[in-house]
């Protein structure tokens, strides 16, 4: 099992990289999942729209896309995170990048658990979710 990250189009580089694995390992386990290969790739706008017209169809900017090539119980798959996206976002909620950054990894990592986002009530289990670990996040002793 490795998680790891990727730089693509980006100055951005990932600081609490321990700490976050240490969490996507938590919420993999705690969904009674194993944890596989999980690649995370920090790129900007630009390339992340492409990848969300090549593979979804959709025609908008985002902050995060997931692919899951899960196994059985095994979570394995790609997290992109456009790091423009997020740096807004982070303005507009008046969040640090920090913060913002490890709620879309969280939020990515959720999707490969099987999450989903495609109503409210769906919407608002996942942002408890993300919540709940970013509140674990922050009360680990660094690694």
Known sequence: MAIKFFYDQTSYRQKDGKKIKKIIKEIISCEKKIA???NIVFTDDASLIKINREFLQHNYFTDVISFSYNEET???GEIYISVDTVRENS???NV???DEIARVIFHG???LCDYDDGDEVSRERMRQLE???LKQFYEKRDV
């Open 91 to 93: 303005i507009n909620y």
């Open 109 to 111: 990592v959720l999707h």
């Open 131 to 133: 919540n709940f670990w």
């Open 74 to 76: 095994f979570v394995k």
């Open 36 to 38: 596989g290969d999980i």
């Open 96 to 98: 640090s990048l920090k």
